[in-house]
């Protein structure tokens, strides 16, 4: 990914992630991680903040472009599809009720990622609460991604350097956690026994 975005920068980010948001399979994940690691390089040309701001912009556009398609064509296509009416009523009033975690943490699964915007216009999500929705899921996926790989990355040696401190504190307390569930489930064991014994 290291060409595309020494050679197109933040077009290639922008570009990636806004198709993957219309419902069209793209690295856009993987073109996200790959800027915030170079974001990282000390005199990058990428800078974390407004790779985070572009990606934001990208996901949410892509999203909303989704959503308008399903709106606007995606219902005469699945009314054509073998699936009863009731049914079909059934699975929108689920979404209704329930799509908004989906257009919220949907980003974060490849699959609901390229489609929440397409199957949110479909099933016909409220306009204003799937903006809200989308525009705080961008933010909420970029930021994580990129500021959880750049952040990473920066500190990379001091977090390794702190799990190898705290190695042999963490080695001790599983033993023990181990020995501690041994105990109990021989009492319980035991219990158990003493239990089903007959009275004589």
């Not at 609901?112 to 306009?127: D, N, V, Y």
Request: hydrophobic letters at 55%; glycine letters at 12%.
């Amino acid at each position: 990914m290291e060409p595309y975005l020494e050679r197109y920068g933040y077009w290639a980010v922008f570009a990636a992630v806004g198709i993957e948001g219309i419902g069209i399979p793209a690295p856009g994940q993987t073109l996200l991680e790959a800027g915030a690691l170079v974001a990282a390089v000390p005199n990058s040309r990428l800078n974390i903040v407004l790779l985070v701001f572009v990606t934001i912009l990208a996901t949410s556009l892509g999203q909303t472009i989704g959503y308008l398609i399903g709106r606007l064509g995606g219902r005469a296509v699945l009314n054509r599809m073998p699936i009863p009416a009731h049914s079909l009523e059934k699975i929108e009033r689920g979404f209704n009720r329930h799509g908004g975690w989906l257009v919220f943490f949907g980003r974060f699964v490849d699959g609901p990622r390229q489609l929440i915007g397409l199957f949110s216009g479909i099933l016909a999500m409220h306009w204003g609460r799937f903006m809200l929705l989308n525009l705080s899921g961008a933010v909420l996926w970029a930021s994580f991604w990129a500021l959880g790989v750049y952040y990473l990355d920066l500190h990379l040696d001091a977090i390794v350097t702190a799990l190898r401190h705290l190695n042999p504190w963490i080695a001790g307390l599983t033993a023990v956690g181990l020995i501690a569930l041994l105990v109990f489930a021989l009492i319980a064991v035991v219990r158990r026994r003493g239990q089903g014994k007959p009275d004589i």
